[in-house]
């Protein structure tokens, strides 16, 4: 049984940080990418970050800068550090892996990510 679980979420005030973890387990084997996303209710759910197994990362663009993605593709684990953070980075982050082109059909139940004063 596959299983991705995001932790680490939380309220803060802008300008704050938070680091989120996610761990992947079950009968996941080739991993060539792990992601974050977040969603905002009503909205689609949006790509942040991604790392590949050979260590190159992208971002969204209204993230470069303020969020670094790493992770251990062994432990299948992937972490965001979330530093700068402003009102519109509210949303619930999910995490998911790449096997082949393709993410995982499935998702966590995500972390909430609050931003406020």
């Known amino acids: 049984q596959v299983q991705l679980v995001e932790s680490g979420g939380g309220l803060v005030q802008p300008g704050g940080s938070l680091k989120l973890s996610c761990a992947a387990s079950?009968?996941?084997?080739?991993?060539?990418?792990m992601g974050w996303f977040r969603q905002v209710p009503g909205k689609q759910r949006d790509v942040v970050a991604v790392?590949?197994?050979?260590?190159?990362?992208n971002y969204a663009d209204s993230v470069k800068g303020r969020f670094t993605i790493s992770g251990d593709f062994a432990k299948k684990t992937v972490y965001l550090q979330m530093n700068s953070l402003k009102p519109e980075d509210t949303a619930v982050y999910y995490c998911?892996?790449?096997?082949?082109?393709?993410?995982?059909?499935?998702w966590g139940q995500g972390t909430q990510v609050t931003v406020s004063s």
């Open positions: 998911n892996v790449r096997i082949s082109t393709a993410y995982l059909p499935y």
């Open positions: 079950g009968s996941i084997f080739s991993i060539n990418a």
């Open positions: 790392i590949s197994s050979r260590g190159s990362t």
